[in-house]
Each structure stands twice: as structure tokens, then as C-alpha cells.
T-cell receptor, first 115, second 113 residues
């Protein structure tokens, strides 16, 4: 158990367009999900904490109007990168906190390339 | 300042040997510490969790120690195999209720046959 999926696994888009990434917990409920960004050969940087039914909490330096997060159900959170630019190209990874445990389970990641 | 540090240099060992990876932290008081494995282009996979009041945890060929006085965790893989080659990340879970994890930069392990 404790499988997290992300869709799409990779996406290429033109500068100025918006991209939506989905994160789903497949076999458990997650009241809290997290969104990370990872640049090559660097560690995971937390972007925001997504809580079901409430507004996301963003880390310092992360623009909430650029990275829109919606956590509409206990199994789904979405991250929308609005007006994407080449500097937004990165590996975006979500994780889901399995309710009742201390563990976060990670999705496989989404590779975003903005041309 | 707050820091969490792992060996930035890759660790190269021979198959069958024990790999030991280090995670040191400064100015944090974690409730617990986790180790993850990450393969290239993939998300991290949870391996082990150790709490602040635990000294050691084991799971099959894996062993984790946690010394809150030294502010250090050691991660051991015994009888290493080429399939163990990956990047290993340590992460601190802070005492707050937000559930946030703070990650180290990871150490890349290469096990040679």
C-alpha cells in the first residue's frame, strides 16, 4: 500500500502557457500533501503544503499566484504553474502524508520543460 | 544557521561491503529523521524512520542510528549489491504540526560488482 501517482510524468510547453500537474494517493487518504521542486543534482526544496479543504501554505520565496495549488479531495492535489517561463523548468514532486502515520509517500515526479 | 548536511561526494564501494552514509544537522530539533532512496528521474522512496528517543532501527540489510547529542544519523547498508546504487536522502521532521520535511542534499552510492 501507500502508492502516490503523478500525471503527467513529463510535459513540454511553450513560454507563457499554464501547466497542471496532478498528484493522487491511490490507496490511502491524505489530508496533507506537499509539493517539492528539484533542480539537477540538488535536493528537494519544499514549495508548499497543501491541506484538503483549505488554502495551501507556501514557503518563503514561492509565488502563490504563480504556483496555484488545489486540494479538493482527500486523494487529489493539483499544482498549476501559471504563465510558465524557462526558469520554471524543473522536476516537480509531490508527497502525501498518510493519515495516522508519520510517513510521507512520494510520487514519481513530473519533468516540466518550458521552451 | 540551520543546516542539514550529507556527504556531497559520491561513495564508491565494492559489492559485499558495508556502505555507511552520514547525515549531520545544525540548529534543528527534529522529532524524527527519515531516510529515502532516490533513483535518477524518480521520486524518493521511503526506507526507514527513526525517532528522537530511538538509538537504532533495522530493516533487512539496512540499519539507521540516531545520536541527538552529536546531531548525527548514520545509514548502513550491509552486504551491498550493485542494485543498491542510488542517491540516499536524509530528511528531518520538525516538531511543529505542519509535517514538513527538511531534506539533505543526498549522497550518491555506487556499488561496483
Amino acid at each position: 500500500g501507500a502508492v502516490v501517482s503523478q500525471h503527467p510524468s513529463w510535459v513540454i510547453c511553450k513560454s507563457g502557457t499554464s501547466v497542471k500537474i496532478e498528484c493522487r494517493s491511490l490507496d490511502f487518504q491524505a489530508t496533507t500533501m506537499f509539493w517539492y521542486r528539484q533542480f539537477p543534482k540538488q535536493s528537494l526544496m519544499l514549495m508548499a503544503t497543501s491541506n484538503e479543504g483549505s488554502k495551501a501554505t507556501y514557503e518563503q520565496g514561492v509565488e502563490k499566484d504563480k504556483f496555484l495549488i488545489n486540494h479538493a479531495s482527500l486523494t487529489l492535489s493539483t499544482l498549476t504553474v501559471t504563465s510558465a517561463h524557462p526558469e520554471d523548468s524543473s522536476f516537480y514532486i509531490c508527497s502525501a502524508h498518510k493519515t495516522g502515520t508519520d510517513t510521507q509517500y512520494f510520487g514519481p515526479g513530473t519533468r516540466l520543460t518550458v521552451l | 544557521s540551520q543546516k542539514i548536511e550529507q556527504n556531497s561526494e559520491a561513495l564508491n564501494i565494492q559489492e559485499g561491503k558495508t556502505a555507511t552514509l552520514t547525515c549531520n544537522y545544525t540548529n534543528y530539533s527534529p522529532a524524527y529523521l527519515q531516510w529515502y532512496r532516490q533513483d535518477p528521474g524518480r521520486g524518493p522512496v521511503f526506507l526507514l524512520l527513526i525517532r528522537e528517543n530511538e538509538k537504532e532501527k533495522r530493516k533487512e540489510r539496512l540499519k539507521v542510528t540516531f545520536d541527538t547529542t552529536l546531531k548525527q544519523s548514520l545509514f548502513h547498508i550491509t552486504a551491498s549489491q550493485p542494485a543498491d546504487s542510488a542517491t540516499y536522502l536524509c530528511a528531518l521532521r520538525l516538531r511543529s504540526n505542519t509535517g514538513k520535511l527538511i531534506f539533505g542534499q543526498g549522497t550518491t552510492l555506487q556499488v561496483k560488482p
